[in-house]
């Protein structure tokens, strides 16, 4: 049988359809891979090995990735009666007691997951390194961070554990580690993935579900099978032209791109191999024939946008604990949870719902300034974060007080886009000279993911990044 390790989820389904592999044989390569390398990196934290053998033997469902295995991370996506705990400690073994529209959806195509990845606590911070769980470790240097909140999820793909994963993103979570870990990481467009039945809207409308993969094609296709509508969706995004699958490899003309490869105000990080990545992505999109300049929205860097976008985790975190704590039937006592969430829950539960509010109007009126840039152009390009992939134990290292500092610094151009809804993505185009991955975020107009995908696929095919493989592997 052809090695796996490496093929994407599309050719892995292909292996299925034509009969070259089974079901079964592509679950028990993707449970040795992980056996053998998840003790080196703690990318997965919770395995349904012998659930997952059976559904490949069994009759799966006829979709396009059918036997294909995939892992969910530990934050959404639940399935009734299995455990998801949000990287909280008291919630390790606290099945939840709904299925997830999402898990549905990824189950409906084929997938068969065969665990739970590692998260940091509420998914509140952009590095996997949770109180109550092992730090995820980055497979091109295990003593670097994966990023977060999906660092479990990136590790695993980017390790070749399995070809693609379930992540989330609420302010650049798919991103973060997509770049960090050397992936594709597409965040969709506001409401393209349902967060049902459950949740309306999570953290105001900024949290989407997506996956990571090692390929555009994959980003896309797999945004095809969980894109789906269901009625009384708090908004539903414009509808895609084609599926997006059809964009991979199709000409996307001659696009009007604005670039910036540094922050636009104090207190971010602004790190040279961050700007050596623009300047590659730059050079690769002028070789295409796109027209490339330096511009970007004025309000990207507005000094409120921080605290309103913190006004609105904080509410969500508080609200969010509270339904752990009705599903325990007892208290989490801040001892219990991270500094970072206890600070959340007390301002949570002390806020007015005027100031809640505030901050939703403050927001509204901002996305309107930031949207109004995509009239003149069709893409912004940005680094994806501030510096390559910290050591682990980087944010943390002044303590509770600079943990939030850091981690603020460190992202620079993600959360902006989760409040206005807009999709996204991090592609690998550059790499340190020490090895750690660094990516570029292409940005597009509301709804327009199959631009992105159109000019992912452009860039994939001229500086392919599939030959590139960390040294933490089998």
Known sequence: ????????????????????????ELVDAAIGRIEELNPKLDAVIRTRFEQARAEAAGDLPDGPFRGVPFLFKDLGCTVAGEVTAFGVGPMRDQPIPVTSFLAESFLAAGFVPLGRTNVPEMGTTVTTEPMSFPPARNPWDPGHSTGGSSGGSAAAVASGMVPAAHANDGGGSIRIPASECGLVGLKPNRARVSQGPMIGEGWAGGTIDGVVTRSVRDAAAILDV????????????????????????????????????RPGAEGY????????????????????????EPSAPDAMFDESFVQHFTTIIAADTEATFRVF????????????????????RRIGAAMDAVTYLESRTWLGMWVRQMGSWWTGHDLLLTP????????????????????GRRVVSFIPYTAQFNMTGQPAVTLPLHWTPGGLPVGVQLVAAYGREDVLVRVASQLEQAAPWAGRRPQVHA
């Open 384 to 403: 994806t974060l501030g510096a390559p992939p910290p050591e682990l134990g980087w944010f943390t290292a002044e303590g509770p007080e600079g943990e």
């Open 325 to 344: 704590e009705t599903l325990l039937g007892r208290p989490i006592g801040e001892d219990e949870i991270e500094p970072r969430n206890a600070v959340y």
């Open 1 to 24: 049988m052809t090695d796996l390790t490496w093929l994407d989820a599309t050719a892995q389904a292909e292996l299925v359809r034509s009969g070259e592999a089974s079901p079964v």
């Open 226 to 261: 969980i894109s789906s509508w269901h009625p009384g969706e708090p908004y539903y995004p414009p509808p895609l032209p084609r599926p997006l699958r059809e964009e991979v490899g199709a000409d996307p003309g001659r696009l009007r791109i604005g670039f910036l490869d």
């Open 269 to 292: 990080l602004d790190d040279p191999e961050c700007r050596a990545a623009v300047a590659v992505a730059v050079r690769l999109l002028e070789d295409l024939g796109h027209h490339v």
